[in-house]
């Protein structure tokens, strides 16, 4: 039945009904939760130790006991039912799999031996990489033996994770920058050790694949992730303590001194500066770590506070806060697992319905209060005029919930008159190439990045307009502008389509696809069409999403990664209810 599979595909995708699983993979211990995103709160929340070394110079731990570890936790997910996995990993370690095939142990962050008096390891700029030259970086580690690394692979801690449980050697980049192999342009170095293939890097927590039907999503680092779970502002420092310690904080534009790195984070425009090396496990000495943190905290630029978090974090707080002139705030020993929450939560799949014939105002009432995120309204093939459109995107303003047009063409006039009654953005069919969607941004956002008509007393504003200067780009943000894929040519032209400025994302349109591509009844082609969109739109942090009711459609586009989900029309909902409510009474 209709509803049966779309309340399937909404408690599966969504991720508010869905059980997500968190793993925290540290130098000791290896955290890890099951949360209900809908309680919003742990169901799980255990923790098993890290394997211990196999041998201290170099430091290395077993391949073998670190997948048992990783198995064990999986189970729980799988018992579970959880929908999704998130992982963050200790950075700076690595794998090496051989020309030959075979695997080595996993030689950890705390072995040291990198080269730092080679020329051409000199020569590089390591700000530019987020890192710095030190005996413990991969790339300095391995330089030593570069020439037996042709046609080797190198794996993070994380990807090597990822590539256990999904076959693909894939990573964050708050994971795989660690290594000194990329910059933070993007770009990566393949020369300095020619012919090691290196982990693919995803600039989003997107899908790497999936481990017996659940999704595994690209690992991060565990610093990155506990910075993110901190609750870190503007104004304050973060000291993450456990085998050793960082001091962070998050901001823009260059590190304030030689002794930060400049890393990666999940949040666009912003970065995390980090001084590192602060050891606190290793000492087992909380005079002796509070005495030399403070000497450094001390040095620093006042903020209004330190956060202070992670395993460490509640046996030096009385101590440290007598030492430091900031006040200090404790956030807790689980920030790891916090930053994945806030990630799970971040990467929620938009679920929506069409509405395509039954012009009923209210309709974004029901569809909110029954938990969707957005309705389609279809001017494509559906016949509602501007005075029913008028009046039900007052409704969807009001209600705060989001209505997008599908329009007939990208013509001026229909995309004027719905922007100005409220409507928060347009799809537009049959989109084939840069040029189509262009004029729909053109006509639907205020300069710079369009040239939408200036008229602010209306629905839009909600008959409230404040000063143009603060609209207009609130404007931008809020108006969406999609690109529907449903031809052979528009996935052709895909990379150039999500190029435009102005577009938001894409949503594949399956059924016109599989007519031009001439495979009705045939997935095969249509899965390749998923592939090659989802790849486009991960490579510009752009997002995509499907309209079906398919299954296995769903479920790849699922797997890739799609964070939009337009499921059926008001049209199925009635005539499948109406079925049920007739085979209720069968006489």
Request: with cysteine; hydrophobic share 40%; glycine share 8%.
């Amino acid at each position: 039945m209709y509803m049966n599979e779309f309340a399937h595909y909404y408690n599966s995708i969504r991720g508010d009904t869905v059980k997500d699983l968190l793993m925290d993979i540290g130098s000791t211990f290896v955290k890890y939760a099951v949360f209900d995103s809908l309680e919003d709160k742990y169901i799980i929340s255990e923790k098993l130790p890290f394997p211990s070394p196999c041998s201290e110079d170099p430091f290395t731990v077993g391949r073998r006991q670190i997948e048992t570890v990783v198995k064990a936790v999986m189970a729980t997910a799988k018992e579970n039912d959880c929908a999704r996995v998130f992982i963050s990993v200790q950075m700076h370690g690595f794998f090496i799999k051989y020309k030959s095939g075979e695997f080595s142990d996993y030689f950890s962050w705390r072995s040291g031996g990198g080269d730092l008096e080679s020329e051409d390891l000199l020569s590089i700029d390591f700000s530019k990489r987020g890192t710095r030259l030190k005996a413990n970086l991969p790339i300095a580690k391995l330089y030593r033996n570069k020439t037996e690394l042709v046609g080797a692979e190198y794996f993070t801690l994380g990807s090597y994770i990822a590539y256990l449980l999904t076959g693909k050697n894939e990573a964050h980049k708050t994971d795989a920058y660690a290594s000194g192999f990329y910059l933070l342009d993007g770009s990566k170095d393949e020369e300095t050790i020619p012919g090691l293939v290196l982990p693919t890097v995803h600039d989003e927590v997107d899908v790497c694949g999936t481990w017996c039907g659940i999704r595994i999503y690209s690992p991060v680092g565990d610093h990155a992730a506990s910075v993110y779970g901190s609750g870190i502002g503007e104004d304050t420092y973060l000291l993450n303590i456990g085998t050793t310690s960082q001091i962070a904080f998050v901001g823009e534009g260059k590190a304030p001194s030689d002794m930060w790195e400049s890393r990666p984070y999940f949040e666009n425009g912003k970065t995390l500066f980090t001084l590192g090396n602060l050891f606190y496990g290793l000492y087992k000495d909380t005079d002796r770590y509070c005495n030399e943190a403070a000497k450094i905290i001390n040095s620093l630029p006042k903020r209004a506070k330190i956060l202070v978090g992670g395993g460490g974090a509640l046996d030096i707080m009385e101590k440290l806060s007598a030492c430091v002139d900031m006040p200090c705030t404790s956030v807790g020993c689980s920030i790891g697992l916090e930053g994945l929450v806030n990630l799970a939560k971040q990467k929620r799949t938009s679920v929506g319905s069409m509405l395509s014939e039954v012009p009923f105002t209210n309709m974004p009432l029901i569809m909110k209060n029954s938990g969707l995120d957005f309705m389609i309204v279809d001017n494509e093939h559906g016949t509602f005029d501007y005075t029913f459109l008028a009046k039900m995107f007052t409704v969807s303003r009001m209600a705060d919930f989001r209505t997008i047009v599908r329009i007939p063409d990208n013509s001026r006039a229909w995309i004027t008159k719905c922007v100005d009654a409220g409507a928060d953005g347009f799809l537009l069919p049959m989109t084939n190439r840069a040029e189509d969607i262009e004029k729909v941004v053109e006509y639907a956002k205020y300069a710079p990045v369009g040239k939408r008509g200036i008229s602010t007393m209306r629905a839009h504003t909600l008959y409230a307009p404040p000063a143009l200067s603060e609209y207009m780009p609130a404007a931008n943000e809020r108006i969406k502008v999609y690109a529907q894929i449903e031809t052979a040519k528009g996935v052709e032209n895909i990379e150039e389509i999500l190029a435009t400025t102005g577009v938001d994302g894409v949503f594949i349109g399956p059924n016109d696809l599989s007519c031009d591509l001439g495979c009705i009844g045939d997935n095969a082609p249509i899965f390749e069409a998923i592939e090659n969109v989802s790849a486009a739109a991960k490579k510009v942090c752009k997002p995509f999403g499907i309209i079906t009711t398919t299954k296995a459609l769903l479920d790849k586009a699922t797997e890739c990664g799609a964070s939009m989900i337009s499921y059926g029309s008001e049209l199925n909902m009635l005539a499948n209810e109406c079925k049920k409510i007739r085979g209720m009474f069968n006489g």
